[in-house]
C-alpha cells in the first residue's frame, strides 16, 4: 500500500515535522525541582528507551487535518440518516450546552459526596424519570452502553437463580431468531447456551415454539419489543405469563423504545429487566460509535442485584425533592449520597469504574426535561407516524414481509429486485449513497430475505420523508431498467466501495512509521 | 400522513397493544423551554462544589484538555454519526480510528490496539478473558496493587465463565515497597493460570518491576496483561518493551474531561498474532476500484454482528468520540508535550511529598518509586481530610475505604496543573487540622 494509491486525506502523520505542535506546558519552578530531587528518582533501567512517534503538527494543520476528515462523513445533522434499530434522531445542542457546564464536566467521581451534590442529585433524579417512564422498581445507571446493559441484566437474573438454588440447572437464554446479535453474545459472556426461538408468520415470537422450550432449564428470555422487525408482539401478555410460569427471568431488550413512550411501560407489563439505550431513544450523539449509555431498570425481586454503588437520598423527603426539582428548585435538607460499598450484598459487582457514563446522563436528563410528558409522548406518536407513512408509500416498490401496521421502524426486503433483476439490496443501498441520504440498516434482522431495516424517527419533516420515498422508488425503477449503474454506486462519494475482502485477508490496522 | 396510512387516528397505529399491558400513567414533569432547562441544568451544576485545591487522582486524572480537542470532537459530522457499517460515507470516522490505533500502537509498543472499549476496567477484563481464550486456561492472578475498582471489574466478568479470579498480594506493610513481588507471584502462579495482570504505575503510583513480572508469567506459559496509565509511557518503558501480551488501560488522562466518572475510554493493545481473539471493533486500511485509499471496519467475524453467540465478546457501540479525543489530544500535544506532562506531574508530586516530609506532617508509607502518585501516611487521615473537604480542598483519596489495613494513608496525586502555590496552601492547610 502507499505510493500507487490515490490519498483521499493523508494520515496525520505525513504532516508532522520536527519540532512543531500545538500545546506546550510550564517548566517545573526551581522551586519545585529542589524540592523533588530529595525524593526517589525513576529507575533507570524502567526508562523509555526511544520516544513514541506521535506526530509533531501546528494547531492549525492538526485542525485542517481533523475538519478535512469530517468532511468525508454523513451525519444526522447533514442529512436523512434511516439506519434501523440505532434510532438516528436529531440530538438537541442544549444537550451538549449543558453536559459543557464546568460544574458537572470538572466534577471528580471520588470527590467527597459534600462536593458532589449536583452530581448526585442528577444521577438519582435520571433514575426517578427513567423508573416512572419504564415502569420498573429500581435501576442502574453504571452499564456504558447497550450490549453492556444486558451483560448486567444476565449477571443478575444468575444471581436471582443462584439466590434460589437452581441455577445450576437454569443454563439456557431464550433469544428470538429475530434478535441481536448482541443477545446471544451476551449469552454466551455469562456462561449460557443461547436457544433461538423461531417467529410466527405474523413477525412476532411463536409463542408455541416458545412454551415448547420453556422449562426449568430456562435461565431467560431476552426478546425486543417492539421486535426488530418494528413489529409490536400483541401476545407480549402471554409471553410474559409463560416465562413466569416457567420460573424464569423475563428481559427486554429497549433498543425500540422510541415506539411506545407513554403507551407501554414494560416494568408495568411483566419484564423484570430492561436496558435503555440513552443514544437511540434519548438522544445523546452517536459519537461514529460512542459513548452510549445502558442503565438498566429491574422489577423489585432483581433490585438487590443491581451493579453499585447508587447514589440515594440519605436525608430528606423524596416527594418534596421531585417536586421542587420539577420545578426546577432545589431541596435544601436533602443529601444525595453513593450507597455504602457494602448496602447491599447480593449485589452482582461493579460493571464498570465509577457510577457510570455521567455525560451522557447530563445529556438524557436535559433531553427528557425539555420534552417533558407531552414532548415524549409525541416522540412515539410521530416516530410510529412516520414510520408508518414509509411502510406504505414504499409497499409498492419493494416486498414488505410483514404486512401490517408497524411502530418506529419498518423492514423492506429487496429480493424481487434480486430475484428479478440480479440487484441485491447491497446494490441499492449503495445507490442510496449517492443521494446523500444514509441507507437503511441492510440485512438484519436475519430472518428477512435481503432486509432493509428503516427507522426515520421523529425528528424528520414530511418533505424529507417524501424525498425519500421519490428516492427508492428511483432506484427500485432503476434496478428493472439499469441495473448496472446500482452495481457501479456509489459514484458520488469520496471512495467507491471498498475491498473488505483484502482488508481481512491481509489487516493493516495501524500506520507503519518509516513508511510514510 | 393519517389518511395515506389508512387509519383515522395515531392510537389505531398502536391498537396492537393488549389492552392489560398499555400503559396506566407517566408521570414526567412538563416540558421546558430552553431557557427554563438551562436554569435547570445549571443549577445542579452550583450544587457540585468543586474544590479549589485538589490532589485527587485514583484513577481519573485532572489534567488539561487543550481547547483544540473540544473543537474537533464538537464537529457533529463526528459527534452525529454512527458505527461506519456504510464505509464510503463514514471515511472520517474510520481514518480516525485508524490513526487512534496507529497511535496506541506507538505509545505502548504493541503490534495491534482496537477502536476502543468502555473504560480501562472493562478493558482490563476483556484482556484476562481473552487471555483465557488464547491459553484455554481458567484461572487468572491479579494483583492487589491493581486499582480496587478494575480488580471488581475483572471479578464481575469472570464470574460471567467462571473464572477463578487469585489476588496476587503486594508487599503493603508499612515501610515495604508497595510493589507486586515477582517472587510473590512466581509462587502463586502454575500451568493453570492464564494471565498474570499488573498495573504501571500501580493503585499508590508505585513503579513496579513489570519485565520480572512479565517473566514470571511467561516461565509458566501464561500472558502478561499490563495495565498502564498512558501519560506515563511518555517517560516509562512501553510495555512491548517488557514483555507485555496484552495492554489494557484508561484513556481518560488524554483529553477526556473528568465528568464525573464517564465517559471515559478504555485501550487494549496486543500482538498480531493473537488478533482474531481480540475483543472490540478494528478499522483496517484497504483500496476501492479506482486506486483510492480508504478505511473500513475489518476482522469483523470476531464480532456480534456476525459471530453471534460465538463472538470474542458482546460489545458494539464503544467510545468512538472519545477515542476521537485521545487521538486529538496526543497529536496537539506530540512527544515533547506528552514528556512534559508527565516530567511537570512527577516532579509536582515529589514537590509535594518533598512539603509534607519536610513540615513534619507525613512520610511515605512505602519505599519504592513512584510515578505521579504518591501514598503518604499521617496520622488521624480520615478527620483531617474530612476537615479540608469542608474548607474546599481535596486532599487525595483516603485509601482505607478499600484497603482497610492502610489506615491512615492517603493518596495524593499531581499533574502538570498542580501549581506551587496549591502545594504551599495544601501544606498549611493539612498543619492546621492536627
Known amino acids: 500500500m502507499g505510493g500507487e494509491l490515490t490519498v483521499v486525506e493523508p494520515l496525520i502523520f505525513a504532516a508532522s515535522h520536527p519540532g512543531r505542535r500545538a500545546v506546550r506546558f510550564p517548566v517545573a519552578s526551581a522551586v519545585a525541582a529542589s ?128 439466590s434460589r438454588g437452581d441455577a445450576a440447572t437454569r443454563t439456557k437464554v431464550l433469544v428470538p431468531d429475530s434478535s441481536h446479535g448482541t443477545n446471544p453474545a451476551t449469552a454466551t459472556m455469562v456462561g449460557y447456551s443461547a436457544v433461538t426461538i423461531p417467529s410466527n408468520d405474523r413477525g412476532g415470537i411463536d409463542l408455541a415454539a416458545l412454551k415448547a422450550a420453556l422449562g426449568p432449564d430456562t435461565a431467560a428470555l431476552m426478546i425486543t419489543n417492539p421486535s426488530t422487525l418494528g413489529i409490536f408482539e400483541d401476545q407480549i401478555d402471554q409471553v410474559l405469563s409463560a416465562v413466569k410460569a416457567a420460573g424464569a427471568i423475563a428481559y427486554m431488550d429497549g433498543a425500540n423504545l422510541n415506539a411506545i413512550l407513554g403507551r407501554f411501560r414494560p416494568g408495568e407489563a411483566g419484564f423484570d429487566v430492561m436496558h435503555f439505550n440513552l443514544h437511540k431513544t434519548f438522544s445523546t450523539p452517536h459519537g461514529g460509535g460512542g459513548p452510549g449509555a445502558g442503565p438498566v431498570g429491574v422489577s423489585e425481586r432483581l433490585a ?16 418534596a425533592v421531585i417536586r421542587n426539582a420539577w420545578r426546577g428548585r432545589s431541596t435544601p435538607d436533602a443529601r444525595f449520597a453513593l450507597e455504602a460499598a457494602d448496602a447491599r450484598p447480593s449485589a452482582i459487582g461493579r460493571v464498570r469504574s465509577f457510577t457510570g457514563n455521567f455525560g451522557m446522563f447530563v445529556r438524557a436528563y436535559t433531553y427528557i426535561r425539555s420534552n417533558g410528558d407531552a414532548g415524549l409522548r409525541q416522540v412515539s406518536n410521530d416516530a410510529v407516524l412516520a414510520a408508518n407513512y414509509l411502510r406504505v408509500q414504499l409497499a409498492g416498490s419493494f416486498d414488505l414481509p410483514y404486512d401490517r401496521i408497524c411502530k418506529h421502524e419498518v423492514v423492506l426486503s429487496g429480493r424481487r429486485q434480486k430475484r ?97 | 400522513m393519517l389518511s395515506a396510512i389508512g387509519v383515522s387516528s395515531l392510537d389505531d397505529l398502536f391498537a396492537d397493544i393488549p389492552a392489560t399491558v398499555r400503559a396506566t400513567r407517566f408521570e414526567v414533569p412538563p416540558p421546558l423551554t430552553e431557557q427554563e432547562v438551562r436554569a435547570e441544568l445549571a443549577r445542579l451544576a452550583d450544587r457540585n462544589a468543586l474544590p479549589r485545591i485538589s490532589f485527587l487522582g485514583a484513577g481519573a486524572y485532572r489534567h488539561l484538555v487543550p481547547s483544540v480537542v473540544g473543537e474537533v470532537i464538537g464537529r457533529s459530522e463526528f459527534s452525529t454519526s454512527y458505527t461506519p457499517y456504510q464505509p464510503e460515507v463514514s471515511q472520517g470516522t474510520l481514518q480516525s480510528i485508524y490513526e487512534f490505533q496507529s497511535l496506541i500502537c506507538e505509545l505502548t509498543g504493541m503490534e495491534v490496539a482496537t477502536a476502543s472499549h468502555y473504560d480501562g476496567a472493562t478493558a482490563t477484563a476483556e484482556a484476562a478473558l481473552m487471555a483465557c481464550r488464547l491459553t484455554r486456561r481458567d484461572r487468572i492472578a491479579i494483583s492487589s496493587a491493581v486499582n480496587p475498582q478494575v480488580r471488581r471489574v475483572v471479578e464481575t466478568y469472570c464470574s460471567g ?139 469483523q467475524a470476531r464480532e456480534q454482528h456476525i459471530r453471534r453467540e460465538k463472538a470474542a465478546s ?106 506551587d502555590e496549591e502545594i504551599d496552601a495544601f501544606v498549611a492547610a493539612l498543619r492546621a487540622t492536627r
Open chain 1, 420 to 516: 428479478e433483476h440480479g440487484v441485491s439490496t447491497l446494490d441499492m443501498a449503495k445507490a442510496i449513497l449517492d443521494h446523500r441520504i444514509h441507507p437503511p440498516t441492510i440485512y438484519f434482522p436475519l430472518i428477512v430475505e435481503e432486509a432493509m431495516m428503516i427507522e426515520p424517527t421523529e425528528t424528520e419533516s414530511l418533505e424529507t420523508l417524501d424525498r425519500f420515498v421519490e428516492t427508492m422508488r428511483a432506484i427500485a425503477e432503476q434496478a428493472a431498467s439499469d441495473p448496472d449503474a446500482l452495481r457501479g454506486a456509489p459514484l458520488t462519494t469520496p471512495v467507491g466501495r471498498l475491498d473488505e475482502a483484502t482488508a481481512a485477508r491481509r489487516p493493516d490496522l495501524r500506520h507503519e512509521f518509516g513508511a510514510t
Open chain 1, 304 to 319: 438487590p442485584f443491581l451493579p453499585g454503588p447508587l447514589p440515594m437520598l440519605a436525608d430528606g423527603d423524596p416527594e
Open chain 2, 161 to 299: 465463565p467462571g473464572i477463578e479470579v487469585v489476588v496476587v498480594p503486594a508487599d503493603l506493610a508499612a515501610g515495604g515497597s508497595g510493589l507486586t513481588g515477582p517472587d510473590v507471584a512466581g509462587g502463586i502462579l502454575d500451568a493453570g493460570f492464564a494471565c498474570l495482570v499488573a498495573q504501571q504505575p500501580n493503585f499508590f503510583g508505585g513503579i513496579e518491576p513489570m519485565r520480572e513480572l512479565a517473566e514470571a508469567a511467561h516461565a509458566v506459559g501464561a500472558q502478561f496483561v499490563a495495565v498502564v496509565e498512558p501519560t506515563s509511557l511518555a517517560l516509562l518503558q512501553a510495555p512491548g518493551e517488557y514483555g507485555a501480551d496484552i495492554v489494557a488501560a484508561e484513556g481518560q488522562p488524554l483529553g477526556i474531561p473528568l465528568s464525573y466518572g464517564g465517559p471515559y475510554v478504555g485501550l487494549m493493545a496486543a500482538r498480531m498474532e493473537s488478533v482474531r481473539q481480540m475483543p472490540g471493533r478494528l478499522v483496517g486500511a484497504t483500496s476501492d476500484a479506482k486506486g483510492r485509499r480508504g478505511y473500513v471496519l475489518t476482522l
Open chain 1, 35 to 162: 524540592a523533588a530531587a530529595g525524593q526517589p528518582a525513576l529507575p533507570a533501567a524502567q526508562l523509555r528507551s526511544r520516544a513514541a512517534r506521535l506526530p509533531e503538527v501546528s494547531e492549525l494543520d492538526l485542525l485542517r487535518h481533523f475538519n478535512r476528515l469530517s468532511h468525508l462523513n454523513h451525519a444526522i445533522d447533514l442529512g436523512f440518516y434511516p439506519l434501523g434499530s440505532c434510532t438516528m434522531k436529531y440530538n438537541p445542542k442544549v444537550n451538549e450546552w449543558a453536559a459543557r457546564l464546568p460544574g458537572l464536566a470538572e466534577s471528580h467521581p471520588l470527590d467527597p459526596d459534600e462536593l458532589a451534590q449536583g452530581s448526585l442529585e442528577l444521577e438519582w433524579l435520571l433514575a426517578e424519570l427513567l423508573k416512572e417512564i419504564s415502569g420498573f422498581a429500581a435501576l442502574s445507571l453504571q452499564p456504558a452502553a447497550g450490549a453492556h446493559g444486558e451483560l448486567t441484566g444476565l449477571l443478575m437474573a444468575r444471581a436471582y437463580h443462584r
Open chain 2, 314 to 419: 458482546n460489545i458494539c457501540t464503544n467510545q468512538a468520540l472519545c477515542a476521537l479525543a485521545a487521538a486529538t489530544y496526543l497529536t496537539a500535544v506530540g512527544p515533547a508535550g506528552l514528556r512534559e506532562v508527565a516530567e511537570l506531574s512527577v516532579t509536582q508530586a515529589r514537590h509535594l511529598a518533598a512539603a509534607i516530609e519536610a513540615a513534619g506532617l507525613g512520610e511515605r508509607r512505602f519505599s519504592a518509586a513512584y510515578f505521579a502518585e504518591v501514598a503518604i501516611q499521617l496520622p488521624d487521615a480520615a478527620r483531617r481530610h474530612a476537615e479540608l473537604a469542608r474548607q474546599g480542598i481535596v486532599g487525595g483519596y483516603l485509601i482505607e475505604r478499600d484497603y482497610p489495613e492502610l489506615r491512615d494513608t492517603l493518596l495524593l496525586a499531581a499533574t502538570e496543573l498542580t501549581r
